[in-house]
T-cell receptor, first 115, second 110 residues
Framework: DSGVTQTPKHLITATGQRVTLRCSPR?????VYWYQQSLDQGLQFLIQ???????AKGNILERFSAQQFPDLHSELNLSSLELGDSALYFC??????????????FGPGTRLTVL | GIQVEQSPPDLILQEGANSTLRCNFS?????LQWFHQNPWGQLINLFY???GTKQNGRLSATTVATERYSLLYISSSQTTDSGVYFC????????????FGRGTSLIVHP
């Protein structure tokens, strides 16, 4: 158990809908990362938050958004869902990337299926 | 962005065999990690190793940062080692964007 929690574990929804994925980082970690893993694209970095602020942005679609709350948990919002958004979504956390020691620990993932 | 290449893409072993997995990266890095994704999809930390050598039981890893590669050694493989092994890096110079390789898929037969 990495100490990172994600809910829900599974999510099945229809095209055009909106869903919210939730992540709680390890105790003491300030940074949260979101990733998408699909069969054809591999593990893709989406976005990173550090202590409530956006720190880095990767291949995140405009239909997707995220935020990190004062208690450091994070949510990833996916809207206008398409079949191609079906994937495993991971959250990871780390203590402080600014120290250049940035070991990431991954949650169990949320499997999203869009029908 | 930085390119990360892992080899071989697929590996099939008999239990007890040894193997070496490689990760090449195209630029200097501040951070490098090896992960194992088990058949249930869970990503498990193996090593945080931006440089040097580390060992943990039957696994060890070496990163030669100046030559831009890292190696993961698995000795006396077991069926529970099956899964996909990923290398992930963060480029130096204040970039916080992590990049994963495509992984090495390992199957260990009893």
């Amino acid at each position: 158990d990495s100490g990172v929690t994600q809910t829900p574990k599974h999510l099945i929804t229809a095209t055009g809908q909106r869903v919210t994925l939730r992540c709680s980082p390890r105790s003491g970690d300030l940074s949260v990362y979101w990733y998408q893993q699909s069969l054809d694209q591999g593990l893709q970095f989406l976005i990173q938050y550090y202590n409530g602020e956006e720190r880095a942005k990767g291949n995140i679609l405009e239909r997707f958004s995220a935020q990190q709350f004062p208690d450091l948990h994070s949510e990833l919002n996916l809207s206008s869902l398409e079949l191609g958004d079906s994937a495993l979504y991971f959250c990871a956390s780390s203590f402080d990337p600014g120290l250049h020691y940035n070991e990431q620990f991954f949650g169990p993932g949320t499997r999203l299926t869009v029908l | 962005g930085i390119q990360v290449e892992q080899s071989p893409p697929d590996l099939i072993l008999q239990e007890g065999a040894n193997s070496t997995l490689r990760c090449n990266f195209s630029d200097s890095v501040n951070n490098l990690q090896w992960f194992h994704q088990n058949p249930w999809g869970q990503l498990i930390n193996l090593f945080y190793i931006p440089s040097g050598t580390k060992q943990n039981g039957r696994l060890s890893a070496t990163t030669v940062a100046t030559e831009r590669y890292s190696l993961l050694y698995i000795s006396s493989s077991q069926t529970t080692d099956s899964g996909v092994y990923f290398c992930a890096v963060e480029r130096g110079g204040g970039s916080y964007i992590p990049t994963f390789g495509r992984g090495t898929s390992l199957i260990v037969h009893p």
